[in-house]
């Protein structure tokens, strides 16, 4: 349940977003920048793999996207970080908004942002890039919905986590990179070396572009995906259970303006 | 409408704040003073919820506001003393939002922002954001957050801190005002003329106690003491109830109208006067009974410490 103090948190979380949108801009046109540049190889490699007729986009589209999901953890510096650096996060608790409220509040157009940015990216691909995601398209939703749940209690989990938020971006970007590029968003997973292909199925991103990939090249509807998709919802409720384990809304955080 | 009952707070080992009792009446305003780490910002920040205490309570219109911080969150205006505003939102949306926050919204909500606006010389800026404000109209809107609301307790912590003149007094005369309503106000500040402005009671947090409470003026009479000083070209000559150090004057014993003393010692004086260079008059003042009250702190402390 939604409470009405969460909605005013997550009104007031939104009109910060918006009111510096650079990063949620660069992570939307890096990929669409970087795409047309890897999709010829990245058509090699998937007719390498077997799939005589998929096209590049098959493989870039949904790998940056996944990519740059983890690079966008970087959103949560301005949710709760710089309430610190402002001064605002005791305004915020001392209001009749629980800390409950305010994280929900805080959290809600994160989501939001990170669905916007990955229905963009998906449709753009379509568009341009000749991303197909000819199976079902309930399950391309469900996958994205949930990929992003586990990448917002990914962020979450650094906030509670760090200290500082130069230490929540360097992590967010490590961690992210590491676990998109095990996860073969930058390459088929088959293609990686043997080491990495052994542990690949320890990160999220595996699973999420499995499932994209069984919804593009195999044409998997949601029983097809729903391994990736229970795989992914034990990732978030992972991340999130050390998320709620380790916040502590009286930490004083260090964040930049 | 507040009551903080024998509330102690340890940081580590070190007792912060120890068994403090205060309150604050409907309409009253309380100021609040010590030296920096006397523990004021600790006291608040226990009221208000944002951090434990080890003993004691703290009911709010009759509620414990220690186990129930929520339910009286509503009752509170805070303005902390570190600035907290969003810069990147405007004026006009940092009280939208804070409003909402505190549950009023659409035409009430805008009716409030306007009033509060302009009760806070912000009308003109309600367009802006709050990056572009200046200081004073930074603190200004620091402090319009907190009684957006009408809330019935406000605590202000140092609220006129980097304000200029004008955003100083308005910020009085907003407290005037909310305490005239009927809202107890807690003020902590520095500037102890501001509180003989408000014509405030004051307590004196010392060391994590309350070591004296009253109204500014009983405590200005009781603590305060006026000062005399005659000063000479060359060596100050010799007057009955009068202690000559090089070249001043000084009365032996303490003065309660330093202006009639200074009269009845130019009489005295006659025609020595005439080597008078300058007159130092120091009235009782809040300021003064402060460092009395502070100061005989510290003597009795080593007096403690010669006999032990």
Sequence with gaps: MISRRSLAVGRLSGRLLLSDPAPMIVTVAMPLILAPFLVPAARAQLQLAGYATAGGGDQVIPGLAVLFAFLSTQLVGTLFFREHAWGTWDRLRASPASTADIVLGKVAPLYVAQLLQLAVLLTTGWLLFGFRPDGSVAALVMVGAVFVAMVVAYAVMLVALCPTMDLALVLGNLGGMVMAGLGGALAPVSSLPRWAQAVAHLSPAYWALDAMRSITLDHAGLAGVAGSLGVLLLFAAGFAAVAAWRFRPSTVKIGTT | ?308
Excluded at chain 2, 211 to 236: I, N, Y
């Design chain 2, 1 to 308: 409408m507040l009551r903080v009952a024998g509330v102690t707070k340890l940081y580590g080992e070190h007792p912060v704040l120890r068994g403090v009792d205060l309150g604050v009446a409907t309409g009253e305003i309380l100021g609040l003073v010590g030296a920096n780490g006397a523990g004021k910002t600790t006291l608040i920040s226990i009221i208000t919820g944002l951090r434990h205490c080890d003993r004691g309570n703290v009911t709010i219109g009759g509620i414990d506001a220690l186990a129930h911080p929520r339910r009286v969150a509503g009752s509170i205006g805070l303005a902390p003393q570190e600035l907290g505003i969003y810069p990147t939102l405007t004026v006009r949306e940092n009280l939208y939002d804070f409003a909402r926050l505190a549950g009023i919204a659409g035409r009430p909500a805008r009716a409030r922002i306007g009033e509060v606006a302009e009760l806070l010389g912000l009308t003109e800026q309600l367009g802006l954001r709050a990056d572009q404000l200046s200081g004073g109209q930074k603190r200004r809107l620091h402090t319009a957050l907190a009684i957006l609301h009408r809330p019935r307790l406000l605590l202000l912590d140092e609220p006129t801190v980097g304000a200029d003149v004008a955003s100083r007094a308005g910020i009085l005369e907003i407290v005037r005002a909310m305490a005239a309503a009927g809202t107890a106000v807690l003020y902590t500040t520095h500037y102890l003329t501001e509180l003989e402005q408000l014509d405030a009671e004051i307590a004196v947090l010392d060391a994590g106690v309350i070591t004296v409470r009253g109204a500014c003026r009983e405590v200005v009479e009781c603590w305060a003491r006026a000062s005399v000083t005659l000063r000479f070209a060359g060596q100050a000559p010799e007057l009955e109830g009068w202690t000559a150090v090089g070249c001043q004057l000084t009365p032996t014993q303490a003065v309660t109208d330093p202006g009639a003393a200074t009269a009845a010692a130019l009489v005295a004086l006659g025609a020595r006067a005439g080597k008078l260079v300058g007159v130092d008059v120091t009235r009782p003042s809040l300021e003064a009974a402060y460092l009395a009250i502070t100061g005989r702190r510290f003597s009795e402390e080593a007096d403690r410490d010669l006999a032990a």
